[in-house]
C-alpha cells in the first residue's frame, strides 16, 4: 500500500535559518513520482517539484534544494535561509503508474508540515 | 489559459441540505479529481474520472456523487450534507495518468455544513 509520512507536524524556525522537512515514503511498484507542494495561508496548493523513482539526483533551485534517497525511501526537502515568505504548509506526495484496477494517477498526501518562519 | 476553475470559493450549508460544487477545465484533460482536506490532515481523494463518462471512487466517496458529462466539467455533488462534510474541497486535472506530468489544482472551496 501506499503512503507518505512527514512527521514532524510543525517547525518553527527565525528567518535566515536553514530548515530541512521529512518525508518517508511507502511503495511496492518501481515507478513511482515525488512531488512537493506548498499550502501559504491562502489557501491554494503551489507545484514545487516533481521527481520520479529513476532520478536520484538531488536538486536546487535558488534556496529549495531536495534530497532523493531510495535507500531510506526518502524524500526530504531544504530551505535555506528561510524567509518569512516561506511560512506555509508543506505537502510531500506520491504518485504511483496507473495500473488496472488500482492507481489511475492521483496522488497520495503527507499530513503536511507547517513551517513558521519568525522575523 | 483558465486552468482548473472552482466554484463556489465559500459557503456554508445546513445539514441535510444538497449542493454541488463545480470543476471546470480548459486544458482537454481527461483525468480528473476531487480532494477534500480536513483540517490538519492532507488531501484525500474522493472520487475521480478517467475521461468523460467514466468515473470511479476513491478513498473517501461516502456522501458525495459525481458525473462526468464532459470533458470540461467534473461536478461534485453533496447529498443530505453532514458537519464531517465540512472541509476544503480541490479540484485536479492531468493530461495522463504516468504520474510524469503536471498536476493542475483549482484554488479550493470551503465549505461548511452547520
Known amino acids: 500500500a501506499q503512503k507518505v509520512t512527514q512527521a514532524q507536524t510543525e517547525i518553527s524556525v527565525v528567518e535566515k535559518e536553514d530548515v530541512t522537512l521529512d518525508c518517508v515514503y511507502e511503495?511496492?511498484?518501481?515507478?513511482?513520482?515525488l512531488f512537493w507542494y506548498k499550502q501559504p495561508p491562502s489557501g491554494e496548493l503551489v507545484f514545487l517539484i516533481r521527481?520520479?523513482?529513476?532520478?536520484?539526483q538531488n536538486e536546487i533551485s535558488g534556496r529549495y534544494s531536495w534530497n532523493f534517497q531510495k535507500s531510506t525511501s526518502s524524500f526530504n526537502f531544504t530551505i535555506t535561509a528561510s524567509q518569512v515568505v516561506d511560512s506555509a504548509v508543506y505537502f510531500c506526495?506520491?504518485?504511483?503508474?496507473?495500473?488496472?484496477?488500482?492507481?489511475?494517477?492521483?496522488?497520495?498526501f503527507g499530513k503536511g508540515t507547517k513551517l513558521s518562519v519568525k522575523p | 489559459n483558465a486552468g482548473v476553475t472552482q466554484t463556489p470559493k465559500f459557503r456554508i450549508l445546513k445539514i441535510g441540505q444538497s449542493m454541488t460544487l463545480q470543476c471546470a477545465q480548459d486544458?482537454?484533460?481527461?483525468?480528473m479529481y476531487w480532494y477534500r482536506q480536513d483540517p490538519g490532515m492532507g488531501l484525500k481523494l474522493i472520487y475521480y474520472?478517467?475521461?468523460?463518462?467514466?468515473?470511479d471512487k476513491g478513498e473517501v466517496p461516502n456522501g458525495y456523487n459525481v458525473s462526468r458529462s464532459t470533458t470540461e466539467d467534473f461536478p461534485l455533488r453533496l447529498e443530505l450534507a453532514a458537519p464531517s462534510q465540512t472541509s476544503v474541497y480541490f479540484c485536479?486535472?492531468?493530461?495522463?495518468?504516468?504520474?510524469?506530468?503536471?498536476?493542475?489544482f483549482g484554488e479550493g472551496s470551503w465549505l461548511t455544513v452547520v
Open positions: 521527481r520520479n523513482s529513476f532520478d536520484e
Open positions: 486544458m482537454n484533460h481527461n483525468y
Open positions: 511503495t511496492r511498484d518501481t515507478t513511482y513520482y
Open positions: 474520472s478517467v475521461g468523460a463518462g467514466i468515473t
Open positions: 485536479a486535472s492531468t493530461p495522463r495518468a504516468d504520474g510524469g506530468n503536471t498536476i493542475y
Open positions: 506526495a506520491l504518485s504511483e503508474a496507473p495500473n488496472y484496477g488500482g492507481s489511475q494517477g492521483n496522488l497520495i
